[in-house]
């Protein structure tokens, strides 16, 4: 496995002789390191695990938040008392919500320097899109298709992370979700997994890099296994009911991509999957993850998922949702306090295997070796890399390339945008436009309000231009500082004429509107998802009295934005851009950014079509026969068809797509697809070229498109280049109902062009002797 390093276990970098633990401290002399110099990270986590209690392999498996302030004392009593003796006894393997070189090298010296074996934590928290400066959220990032960028931009995260003592991310999300209602799609890749599985891959790679014991590095985790992005109705935490040929083929990818990339650690998830719930779940996590797929690393519960099984109906009590958790492969108890409290009497009554115990143990150390913590346990605790990592230039640099890489024009009529540079007069209105907070977006626990570039600012660094601002309207009255929730604005319209004013002696208008970075994220489902509060009146009331209007969507999440398609000249997706937003998107406005973002998921007209996604199945009666009919698969008050669909992007180039070829290799298994792709215009620019198939017949129904190839492809103004995409196995199969992998000869259609709303088309017949 590349992460593992022939590393000595060496607690002798710290001065154990004044702790006077005993012999059975893991402390070694410098010819003891000399000799173990080449034995593996295996043997020496079974010699660790030969020294260790019941009880301390439990203690392994336990992880707490942080449970008291480290600047003051510790606590002397209740429940934060009880912690912090199991911290002193090795009774706790992982901290997380501890952040700072200075409180994590607090909690890991008393890991190790007064426990017996000295154990080192691993700290955990949750580097979403960023630690203290922000990139886009994920869904943003995702639509860049840029996989270099995005691993650039885990990196960057990874390194200010550790920088700051945290060596583990409960990161990439990996679910696949369908529907915008669900908050938590913010935090994903969208609604397809091909794209998804790239994705995991790249933000895995950066945040894990080449070597995990790299102090810029950290431990990824991918989350949440396994179906938390098709909760029904889109309401966060509800129950999950798909079939086997969706959980096979859309769900499960992505986390079987994560394993073969090396990642080392899994979450499990909140819903249950076939009436079991995910942490206690033996299918997912013993058949599937850890006996199929092979991955040797550890499993987190979701914060407090053990206990949550007695709510779920599924345990009687903490003691019995603890037994199922163990036996069922959930390693590592986030926050339940079921792990500590009960396994050992399970054991000790023969209701879970020692064995078991003791697996979890080792799957747990092997990755605190792998990342370098019996090394050196304080490697993550250096101040002056602390100061001279957060937040310096080269991180801002890598943000701010990623946030312009994350912005998809929607619509352009006329070529409003760019915008000219001079001489005009532009408004610029919503109180999103000159809001410092909500750009960071949601999961951003480490980064400061107020620090992010507001678009108001990154417009008024080209000084060539009136520019005249009003806010219109406030989007909320209030907010619930504890839960981050936010009080809509749904009546005051005050500002109204103020802004209408300002908009009607204006060449441009330039409306920011959209959600709050509160508006998404978990336990932040909608059931309405337009433009929140009096948004939607705003924009129509400017739009009578001045139609030339950009709107900038700033948004967590899919919107249904139909009046806006139908009325307003150009459309922007911004999304929650991070700590440079505003600047990025002043940047591609102005032109000086040519925007190449595509959608990854799809924007229904309504909310009444989710879930909404491209590759959705035929039926068996998928098309109107004939004028006036009604008895087929369709709304009759809305279009099945998506707003913007998957895939779509604009740039301000003229990308065209001819001469579509396909070769198929027997010989070497492989079809070759090409294809011309030509700049028509005066522009350099950017373009996704997307290749998608469909199985016309197969032994169980394929979807009438799967995206199985993308390039990113930048040509000169007038440039043409010959694309080629190769197909194998790999793209051709898929899974079938007992989750085996297979391709099936027959006729397939092939589709190329800019978005899933694909231009070029043509066939070929597969006849591969699938048995070889």
């Known amino acids: 496995m590349k992460y593992i390093k022939h590393i000595a276990i060496v607690l002798a970098l710290i001065s154990f002789s004044s702790c006077n633990k005993g012999d059975d401290k893991l402390a070694m002399s410098s010819d003891s390191t000399d000799t173990t110099k080449n034995v593996s990270i295996e043997n020496k986590v079974e010699e660790l695990l030969s020294k260790m209690t019941l009880e301390e392999k439990i203690g392994q498996m336990n992880q707490y938040n942080g449970f008291w302030d480290l600047t003051g004392p510790a606590p002397s009593e209740g429940v934060a008392a009880k912690k912090y003796e199991h911290l002193r006894k090795g009774y706790v393997g992982s901290m997380l919500n501890v952040r700072g070189v200075e409180d994590v090298m607090k909690v890991q010296k008393i890991a190790v320097e007064e426990t017996r074996l000295g154990i080192p934590l691993i700290i955990g928290f949750d580097v979403i899109h960023g630690y203290e400066t922000l990139s886009p959220i994920p869904l943003a990032e995702s639509a860049s298709w840029d996989l270099k960028a995005i691993e650039r931009s885990a990196e960057v995260a990874a390194e200010e992370a550790a920088a700051a003592g945290i060596n583990w991310t409960f990161a990439p999300m990996v679910d696949i979700s369908r529907d915008a209602r669900w908050g938590r799609v913010m935090e994903g890749a969208g609604e397809d997994p091909f794209l998804g599985s790239k994705i995991a891959v790249a933000r895995i790679n950066g945040f894990q890099g080449d070597d995990l014991s790299d102090p810029k590095t950290i431990a990824a985790c991918a989350k949440h296994f396994a179906g938390y992005g098709f909760s029904e109705s889109g309401r966060d935490y509800n129950t999950v009911d798909v079939g086997t040929s969706t959980l096979y083929n859309t769900i499960f990818p992505p986390f079987e991509t994560s394993t073969k990339a090396g990642v080392r650690t899994f979450m499990n998830s909140f819903n249950e999957l076939n009436g079991v719930p995910a942490t206690g779940n033996k299918f997912l996590q013993r058949d599937i993850l850890k006996e199929k797929w092979k991955f040797d690393g550890f499993v987190v519960s979701d914060w407090g998922s053990i206990a949550e099984m007695i709510a779920h109906g599924h345990a009687k009590d903490g003691k019995q949702a603890a037994e199922m958790a163990a036996n069922a492969g959930s390693d590592m108890d986030m926050e339940s306090y079921m792990y500590v409290e009960e396994l050992a009497a399970l054991v000790k009554e023969g209701k879970v295997d020692e064995k078991l115990i003791t697996d979890a143990a080792r799957r747990i150390l092997r990755v ?112 619930n500082t504890f839960a981050r929730e936010l009080t809509i604005n749904t009546t005051d319209k005050s500002e109204f004429a103020k802004a209408k004013s300002v908009a009607k002696n204006a060449d441009v208008v330039i409306m920011v509107l959209g959600e709050h970075g509160f508006q998404s994220g978990e336990g932040r489902s909608r059931t309405e998802i337009g433009l929140p509060g009096v948004q939607q009146e705003l924009l129509e009331e400017i739009y009578a009295v001045n139609k030339n209007i950009v709107l900038v969507l700033n948004n967590g999440r899919p919107l249904a934005l139909p009046w806006a398609d139908e009325n307003i000249p150009a459309i922007v997706e911004a999304w929650h851009l991070g700590t440079q937003s505003g600047n990025a ?26 879930p909404l ?73 950017k373009e996704v070229a997307q290749l998608y198939i469909q199985d016309l017949f197969a032994s169980i129904t394929r979807p009438v498109k799967e995206l199985k190839g993308f390039e990113l492809v930048e040509l000169e103004a007038g440039e043409q280049k010959r694309i080629e995409i190769k197909l194998t196995k790999d793209e051709l199969g898929f899974y079938d109902n007992q989750g085996e992998f297979i391709v099936e000869s027959g006729d397939f259609k092939v589709f190329v062009g800019g978005s899933s709303k694909t231009i070029l088309e043509d066939k070929f017949n597969l006849q591969w002797d699938i048995s070889q």
Not at 388 to 395: F, M, R, S, V
Not at 460 to 478: C, R, V
Not at 625 to 645: A, C, I, K, Q, R
């Open 613 to 685: 996604y491209y590759n959705y199945k035929s039926t068996g009666r998928p098309n109107e026969p004939s004028p006036g009919e009604v008895f087929w698969s369709h709304y009759m008050d809305e279009s099945n068809t998506p707003l913007y669909p998957f895939g779509h992007g604009l740039s301000y180039s003229k990308f065209v797509y001819s001469d579509l070829a396909i070769n198929a290799n027997d010989a070497d298994k492989y079809i070759t697809v090409t294809f011309n792709l030509k700049n028509e215009s005066k522009v350099k620019g």
């Open 585 to 610: 998107i002043a940047r591609v406005l102005y032109g000086d950014y040519n925007p190449s973002g595509k959608l990854p998921m799809s924007f229904p007209r309504n909310v009444g079509q989710l």
């Open 368 to 479: 605190k070796f792998e990342l370098g913590l019996f090394d050196d346990p304080y490697k993550y605790c250096d101040i002056d890399r602390e100061k001279a990592t957060l937040g310096k230039q080269e991180i801002h640099d890598a943000v701010l390339d990623m946030a312009q890489k994350s912005v998809v024009l929607l619509k352009n009529e006329n070529s409003l945008l760019p915008l000219k540079k001079e001489n005009q007069k532009i408004a610029v209105i919503g109180a999103l436009a000159n809001d410092k907070t909500s750009p960071l977006g949601s999961w951003r626990i480490a980064a400061k309000d107020e620090t992010a570039v507001s678009v108001l600012e990154g417009l008024k660094q080209y000084n060539g231009n009136q520019i005249t601002y009003a806010k219109g309207a406030d989007l909320s009255t209030g907010e």
